[in-house]
């Protein structure tokens, strides 16, 4: 079942993430006291304070996670209920000035089930970083347990005193700082890096709701009321529509930095074609009442919205021109040309992109037989383009 990730706006979204924490804390970690908290659920005064963000992830209607993000105000943060960053602060101010935003992250709880699925864990930080660069954030403070020290630390953070016991909680934690630029550079670089227009990225960070899928998961189906366009985080995902025999064609196969189904958010027609996972994906969602609003206050994000689509205007175009007229083999190269745009950096070794696509896929993103599709790979692969197995195509660049 998909995993969907948001800021909880309602009471009953926020009252999850309470009992969630209660759950998580109090009952399976045994950290709080639990007969300071009769009501079942864990909640402090900085939930009610205002610039705060607590972000939930649901399996279908069961939450399993969350995180709270905190900016600065005049009562502090969180973490320095904890720690006393005055140095810091300093360090900020001196710095950055007025300029200098520090935002306190925390409260992270997972359902026991799903704390060794480091996808959510890491998608709900994505989404606090997100929150935080809306935020104009420059730094960030964290009261961390032991037992999560590496997961701070492999997004930037550093620790910058000796673990404290802390009674009240039951536990030691570890103060630790970043710089938000490191933390950015983790959530979003590999984006960056991608396809992506970055006007997407610029525009709607803070407003971003995330849905992980495991392979062979529908996204949505052919036909389906449409209210959101979405971003290939990690992943890869096809899309497919029914032909008027019934075939099932693949239209396209979306990597990293993909965009897709964006003309949902200027019309309210239904899907064109259905969306299903390849491999593990974690997408980003933007929803239509969100993006309507901020392309109505700024003028200068409608005209680079009529840019974005005007390009994606003209890949439609080349698609179909090559669909009707060109040869199959001209049909697989631009498959390939396609597939090697949405292609991912191979962490070991620079000169090589990655696509987790095989031959049958590809077969049917081109719209032509499987031998074909070997015929042209094993050209491409003897002159040293490509590689190639059942589930991955390795694109080499020219040296």
Known sequence: MAIKIKVASTPSELDDVYRLRYDVYVIDDNKFDAEKMPDQRLIDRFDAI?????????????????????KDSAVGLPSEELFDFSRFREHVKQERGEEGVIVSCGMLCVHPDWRRKREVIFALFKMAIGIGLHWSTTHSFATVSKETTSLYGRMGYEPIGEPVWVEEIGNQIIPMVANYEKIHQWAFESLIDSQLDMFWLDSFAGHFERVLLAPGETLFTEGEDADSAFIVDEGWLALSRTDPDGQQLTLATMGKGALFGELALIDESVRSASAIASTFCELIRIDREVFNNSIKSDEAKAHKLLKAYAQRIRETDDLVMVMAFAPQTGRVKFALEQLK?????????????????????????????????????????????IDYGKNVIRFYCAK
């Not at 972000?55 to 939450?63: F, N, Q, R």
């Open 50 to 70: 205002g610039n705060v963000a607590s972000i939930i992830a649901y399996e279908g209607d069961v939450a399993i996670g969350t995180i709270r993000l905190n």
């Open 341 to 385: 745009s949405t292609a991912i950096p191979d962490k070991k070794n620079d000169n090589c992109r990655i696509a987790k696509i095989g031959p049958v896929a590809l077969a049917q993103t081109a719209g032509v037989r499987e031998h074909e599709v070997l015929r042209v790979l094993e050209l491409e692969k003897s002159e040293g383009r």
